[in-house]
């Protein structure tokens, strides 16, 4: 589950492979936040089948006109943006607790996307919608203000070295953007393992004149995240993990 911030597509990226999080040589850092970074990744024979078999009923296709969500899921329910699911456990999970509310899934890592359409073939989730396509995009052309009841986004790339603090999707701007989108009363719910980013985020949200904390600090776990295989990995190895809960006023 790791958004983060998109490199500039460049010839130079063919010549060599690059890393998550890693810029290729010559390539200067994007002037312009996106909300994810091009992952290579083997899609596996049952992740195929997924995308085969269910990938017309799942996935949406990026229009720049405004998403009409009833006809969409067929029934008028809150609507949840999450941004970066990774492989789709949380995902899968929160939307099996939540029946009652309808999930819009931003995600281009093909074999994330692969294992979330797999999940909801075998759980028999039907409250589900993929788009495989830059949030930041589909906030702006897609989902009008005050469209949104909630937004998620967990375990979003901390870009551990400061110099690269910059690339970190939590910046004043896109959540000036994520705010506008949220129905008063609506929330954005953010967690990161990373608690120099947990700060910034504390901090970027709380100067955020549409938003208000849910408590002082950072929030209880909410009952309906799920600890992810990630996370408690890394739990055992005494990482903290920070949540945060802001509500639009």
């Not at 699911?85 to 996307?113: K, S």
């Not at 294992?115 to 396509?133: P, S, V, W």
């Not at 989902?143 to 901390?158: A, K, Q, T």
Request: charged share 20%; hydrophobic share 40%; net charge positive.
């Amino acid at each position: 589950m790791r958004p983060v911030t998109d490199i500039p597509k460049n010839p130079a990226a063919d010549a060599a492979p690059t890393l998550p999080g890693q810029a290729p040589a010559g390539v200067p850092f994007p002037k312009t936040i996106r909300s994810f970074v091009r992952r290579t990744g083997r899609v596996t024979t049952g992740q195929a089948k997924a995308f085969a078999d269910l990938g017309p009923q799942f996935i949406l296709n990026y229009q720049p006109a405004p998403l009409d969500a009833a006809a969409t899921y067929g029934r008028s329910a809150p609507l949840i943006l999450e941004i970066g699911f990774g492989m789709g456990e949380a995902t899968a999970h929160i939307a099996r607790v939540r029946p009652d509310d309808n999930f819009l899934c931003c995600e281009v890592h093909e074999p994330g996307v692969g294992a979330l359409l797999k999940r909801l073939g075998e759980q028999d989730i039907h409250n589900i919608r993929i788009l495989q396509h830059d949030a930041v995009e589909v906030l702006d052309q897609m989902l009008p203000e005050g469209s949104l009841d909630g937004i998620h986004i967990f375990f979003p790339d901390p870009w551990h070295k400061k110099k690269h603090n910059k690339r970190r999707l939590i910046q004043s701007e896109f959540v000036a953007k994520l705010a506008a989108r949220l129905k008063t009363g609506g929330y954005i719910h953010c967690a990161t393992d990373w608690q120099p980013y947990a700060e910034q985020m504390l901090e970027v949200l709380g100067a955020e004149p549409l938003l208000r904390n849910s408590v002082s600090g950072y929030a209880p776990q909410p009952d309906y995240r799920p600890l992810t295989k990630f996370e408690n990995r890394g739990l055992r190895l005494g990482h903290g993990v920070w949540d945060l809960v802001f509500h639009r006023i």
